[in-house]
């Protein structure tokens, strides 16, 4: 089975940068597009960013582009988000997702 564990949260002010990474231990990464999700407090769990299996290729959310990027490294089984420029309106749970499998998550806080 699936696991994924996320890393990289935590507090930044505005206009700082944060790394996410997804760990997924066994998972060939590139026979699955993986996803990142975000859920606000009070608000839906929202998709952030994906990158395809078939390509590779990522697509974002208009809300994030220009200033997340994500990637992956095969060797390490683990995905990444790199999150720039970060916003209050950012802060959320941060989750990666594979098919029906979601990590426990990961807490992102920006504020001053």
């Known amino acids: 089975q699936v696991q994924l564990v996320e890393s990289g949260g935590g507090l930044v002010q505005p206009g700082g940068s944060l790394r996410l990474s997804c760990a997924a231990p066994?998972?060939?990464?590139?026979?699955?597009?993986i996803g990142w999700f975000r859920q606000a407090p009070g608000k839906e769990r929202e998709g952030v960013s994906c990158?395809?299996?078939?390509?590779?290729?990522?697509f974002y959310v208009d809300s994030v582009k220009g200033r997340f990027t994500m990637s992956g490294d095969n060797a390490k089984n683990t995905v990444y988000l790199q999150m720039n420029n970060l916003q209050p309106e950012d802060t959320a749970v941060y989750y990666c997702?594979?098919?029906?499998?979601w990590g426990q998550g990961t807490q992102v806080t920006v504020s001053s």
């Open positions: 997702n594979v098919r029906d499998t």
């Open positions: 990158i395809s299996s078939s390509d590779g290729s990522t």
């Open positions: 066994g998972l060939t990464l590139d026979y699955y597009t």
